[in-house]
C-alpha cells in the first residue's frame, strides 16, 4: 500500500489538555510517523505519514481528541510524502 502524508489543523480548546502527546501516541501506535506542534492562535498541527487507513483512524480520533479537549475544527490538507518526516537526526 501506497505511503500518504496530510497536515490536520485542529481548533478549539486544543492547547493543555495534552492533545499533542496523545496524538503522539495514538500515531506511533498506528504506525504512522509524523510531529504534533502548538500553533501561536492556539490550535494545534500534526504533520503525518503512513498508510491512508491508519491516516483515516487518527482524523477521525482527531475529531474528538482527549478528555478535556474542545475540538470546533479538523481541516486536512493532502501534502508530498516527505521521506525525511520521521528520521531521527544525529
Known sequence: MEE????IIIKG???GVGFRFT???GFVDLGLVGKA???KDGSIEIIVKGAPDKLERLIKWCHKGPEGARVESVEVEDMPVDPELGKIEK
Open 4 to 7: 500518504k502524508q496530510v497536515k
Open 13 to 15: 480548546k486544543v492547547q
Open 23 to 25: 496524538a503522539h501516541l
Open 37 to 39: 506542534e502548538n500553533i
